[in-house]
């Protein structure tokens, strides 16, 4: 009974730390219309803010397993927890001398420890119980992320996209008084919030020293890298977890940029029941907020679909094989990212948003795939798979790169792809039936 309770007290301890890092995530995507108006960016370089930040886990995330390895789990979340506080505490300093490059070192951090955490909690949540349980406290887990993922649009659009920025030209006219004065309201609009996070991210690793948890992995392992490199099946998988990771981020990352340019705004005005909802989220008129903010606030609905789905994903591989749900989810997508290529308005608008609910069994079900059968190196394939993270640095700059030249509904062509790949890779494994 104890030893039930000291899971169950453990799980939820973890938990929290799925929710915090898939919050953060796309709490990052709020700042990215922001940051391209206050340092004049293309949209390329924009999205080499999702590079750095996805970067880390290519760079990291085998290092990370041999952190652990020499200090422990229960200390290594402790690291990563305050390694993510001092990426917070990074955004103090950059946005108070509005330097680019400070904040991509703070999405750099913040990112390492998120890295951190991940190869330290999967593993840690699976054992928490029963085998036979595994599969489902880590969907549960990874709900919570979804959760986190789906607040945190709105969050941004409240804390980090609710006023009007300037232009650098617009900046220039002011006097030297009101100059500063904005700047340093501009300062705080993204200070704030990640002031905030980096004292709730302490209090949480506070709590992780204190806390006692059950010592149930072992943290050395068998095989090597090189023989997990000769399974092929594994290698196909780490490509579906890249291109996976690095569309969904794509997408969620341009989305307020997308509906701008579709000019949305004045299509939410004139819709009761759109304007009904963001004036529900904003909690104040249309008229009282930043286009960003607007449109920003659907983009919640990007994110909410993933916890929806996954629920939903969790339930269909359990009467289906994995392999043909992961199919028809990415056949889905695609069909849905055509929609929205081939209209305009409310439809071009929710059919995007609708992406996400079938990017939501994608990650699980591709990691799963890719890992059966492997045995004992089953360690070293999760560190790969993890390490393909960085699908989520390289898709979106280059994305964006298309965008510049080609406008956003052809360069959508390209994130295509990434789900064909996906598709495929579904129907490879359509056989595997995963216990």
Do not use: H
């Not at 994995?322 to 290529?341: E, H, Y």
């Amino acid at each position: 009974m104890n030893q039930t309770k000291s899971y169950r007290s453990s799980f939820i301890l973890l938990t929290t730390l799925f929710f915090l890092w898939g919050f953060i995530t796309v709490l990052v995507d709020s700042l990215i219309p922001r940051l391209r108006e206050l340092f004049t960016l293309t949209y390329f370089q924009a999205g080499m803010v999702q590079f750095a930040f996805f970067g880390a886990y290519f760079l990291l995330s085998i290092p990370a397993s041999y952190i652990l390895s020499k200090i422990g789990y229960k200390r290594g979340i402790i690291l990563g927890l305050f390694t993510m506080a001092l990426g917070c505490f990074l955004f103090y300093p950059a946005a108070s001398f509005r330097v680019f490059g400070i904040f991509i070192l703070a999405y750099f951090i913040l990112a390492g420890g998120m890295t951190i955490l991940q190869v330290a909690a999967n593993p840690y949540v699976a054992v928490l119980g029963s085998e036979e349980g595994a599969s489902s406290r880590l969907n549960l887990s990874q709900a919570f992320n979804s959760l986190g993922t789906a607040i945190a649009p709105a969050v941004g659009a409240l804390f980090i996209l609710n006023d009007t920025i300037k232009t650098k030209e617009e900046i220039a006219t002011l006097s030297d008084s009101a100059k500063e004065t904005y700047l340093a309201s501009e300062a705080s609009a993204v200070q704030n919030p990640f002031l905030g996070l980096a004292v709730f991210i302490l209090f949480i690793a506070g709590i992780f020293f204190f806390a006692k948890l059950p010592k149930l992995i072992s943290e050395t392992s068998t095989g090597t890298y090189a023989e997990a490199f000769k399974q092929k099946n594994l290698m196909l998988g780490v490509l579906g977890i890249f291109f996976y990771v690095g569309a969904e981020v794509a997408i969620g990352s341009y989305l307020v940029n997308y509906f701008l340019d579709m000019n949305l705004v004045e299509v939410i005005q004139q819709n009761g029941f759109m304007t009904s909802i963001a004036e529900g989220i904003l909690n104040s008129g249309l008229t009282e907020n930043d286009n960003k903010a607007i449109v920003g606030v659907f983009v919640t609905f990007y994110w909410s679909g993933a916890m929806v789905g996954r629920f939903i994903g969790s339930y269909l591989t359990k009467i289906m094989k994995p392999g043909k749900v992961l199919g028809v989810f990415a056949t889905m997508a695609i069909a849905l990212i055509i929609i929205s290529i081939s209209t305009t308005g409310i439809v071009s608008m929710w059919s995007i948003l609708a992406v996400g609910l079938f990017n939501s069994i994608m990650f699980p079900t591709i990691f799963t795939l890719a890992i059966d059968g492997i045995g004992e190196l089953k360690p070293k394939g999760s560190g790969l798979l993890c390490t393909a993270i960085v699908g989520g640095a390289i898709i979106p700059p280059l994305y964006g790169n298309f965008v510049d030249n080609v406008g956003f509904k052809t360069a959508l062509m390209f994130i295509i792809l990434c789900y064909v790949y996906i598709l495929w890779y579904g129907y490879k494994n359509s056989k595997k039936a995963l216990i």
